[in-house]
């Protein structure tokens, strides 16, 4: 009750206030606060509800095998874990130990306390009725009911060394899915840092709360994706491709590259040969095993240092139109010259007389070029695309290191690649990033002719190719290599 002026009476009055529902969210974010040993505790007995009611119905089942899980453990004979369901080389012994309850190594197919969907009526008087729903993608048998769907939990995984991490489990859009490679048993993911791994959907809802604590749990209406326009519309033009990002002044500036023109612009399909080259930021860090082996303990950490990107087609075909050499703040602890081309000064704005860029003006280039759907030709694109730091659909990549080669068979470099198929040789003294895209796109050039004589054609070419290395010892005649 407060005081608040009725314009009836023309006077204070005790007023009542209530507060009631208008509608329900797309999205409902369920907060667990299990913040203390009280709460941890209901969550325990509601779990133990759960159990009860499900050895009951597994009671009335007719009796089955367990269905032991043999997936090998990560940490193998060195988990500590007592309830650790995976398997372990030790585990007879850990059991007479103590270490180990073989019983956890059983997979774990009970329903969890959380359950999979919800259906939510919302009252005219603004009163909620919501009714669980424990089976997956259960029916929409009542439309006075609005449907929600699990597709999201985060948990805490605890660790007393490091304080733990956060996890999270989410159900994927299907359009994702159905791009995933592969993976057709779920559609349900663990992101755990940099980790991505698929798992099964009852993993999103059971909790030991021992080491895996709920901290937050999302529900969406059924068919979300169907209402909104989901389309991400990219934010970078194709102004970018004409923007002057130099670090260098004009007068010592050496262009080695010729911009687009409006006519030109890349569209989906088009071919862009690439090549990058990269330098080294520290060392590579490796110990020599008492049985000879050798053993990286810490890899050396690469930065980009040049891109360059080749027209592909028209009657510039083959000419460089982006060659940017990235300016880096870190200190650059070999440049890798045989290699990359690259030499001390070129990453210098102050003494340097390239196209010097910061990697964010090129790395917008690239992201404009891959939105715009053009198919990217070089050779080892993988790893450069990865150190860039560039998620390229599969379908714009070729990628000529796998294109000549036979499988179980060794990969082939681009040297001896143009040598055999062109007849020309590359990379006489040191390693250029305009000759190497160049190279790429004429190779692809001649597969596509070797593939218009069909399949045969190909693989003749292939044998040949590789008998001819063997030959030579993957030599180059006259090459100093």
């Known amino acids: 009750m407060t005081q608040a002026w009725c314009n009836k009476c023309d006077k204070y009055q005790p007023h009542t206030q209530s507060k009631a529902l208008q509608d329900i969210p797309d999205v409902l974010g369920i907060s667990c606060q299990l913040e203390n040993k009280r709460d941890l505790d209901f969550w325990r007995v509601q779990q133990e509800f759960v159990k009860k009611a499900y050895e009951e119905y597994e009671a009335s089942m007719p009796p089955s095998a367990p269905v032991v899980n043999t997936k090998p453990c990560r940490y193998g004979n060195s988990c500590t874990r007592k309830d650790c369901k995976f398997k372990h080389d030790n585990d007879a012994e850990r059991e007479a130990e103590g270490l180990l309850d073989l019983s956890k190594l059983v997979d774990d197919n009970s329903p969890g306390w959380i359950p999979y969907g919800i259906r939510v009526k919302l009252s005219p008087e603004g009163l909620l009725e919501i009714e669980d729903l424990f089976e997956p993608d259960a029916p929409m048998d009542d439309p006075s009911f609005v449907y929600y769907d699990l597709f999201a939990t985060i948990a805490h995984v605890k660790d007393a060394k490091t304080g733990g991490n956060i996890v999270s489990h989410v159900k994927v859009a299907e359009t ?124 050396s950490q690469m930065s980009v240092a040049r891109i360059t990107c080749i027209r592909g087609q028209g009657e510039l075909s083959g000419e460089p139109f982006i060659d940017d050499y990235i300016s880096t703040q870190d200190q650059v602890v070999d440049y890798l010259t045989q290699f990359s081309g690259i030499k ?138």
């Open 344 to 481: 001390p000064g070129d990453l210098d704005a102050s003494i340097s007389s390239k196209h010097l860029t910061t990697l964010k003006s090129s790395y917008l280039k690239l992201r404009h070029l891959v939105d715009a759907g053009v198919v990217f030709v070089g050779h080892g694109l993988k790893k450069d695309f990865r150190v860039i730091n560039l998620v390229v659909p599969k379908d714009q990549i070729v990628d000529t290191v796998f294109l000549f080669h036979l499988p179980r068979q060794r990969m082939i470099s681009l040297k001896f690649l143009a040598w055999h198929f062109l007849d020309i040789n590359i990379q006489s003294v040191t390693h250029d990033s305009i000759e190497d895209a160049r190279t790429a796109l004429k190779l692809y050039r001649k597969y596509d002719e070797l593939s218009k004589e069909g399949g045969d054609k190909i693989r003749e070419a292939l044998k040949a190719m590789y008998e001819k290395g063997r030959n030579l010892q993957w030599k180059i005649p006259g090459s100093e290599d």
């Open 176 to 299: 994702y899915h159905q791009r995933k490679e592969g993976v057709t048993c779920t559609e349900s993911y663990l992101f755990n840092d940099f980790s991505i791994t698929p798992v099964e959907k009852h993993e999103m809802t059971h909790f030991n709360l021992d080491w895996k604590v709920p901290c937050l749990i999302y529900f969406s209406k059924r068919g979300l994706n169907k209402r909104y326009n989901i389309k991400v519309d990219s934010p970078i033009t194709k102004d970018v491709l004409f923007v002057d990002a130099s670090l260098v002044t004009p007068r010592r500036k050496c262009i080695t590259f010729m911009p687009l023109s409006d006519e030109e612009l890349p569209k989906k399909g088009d071919w862009v040969g690439i090549d990058a080259e990269f330098v080294s930021l520290n060392q590579e860090e490796a110990e020599l095993r008492s049985d000879g082996t050798r053993s990286t303990i810490k890899p």
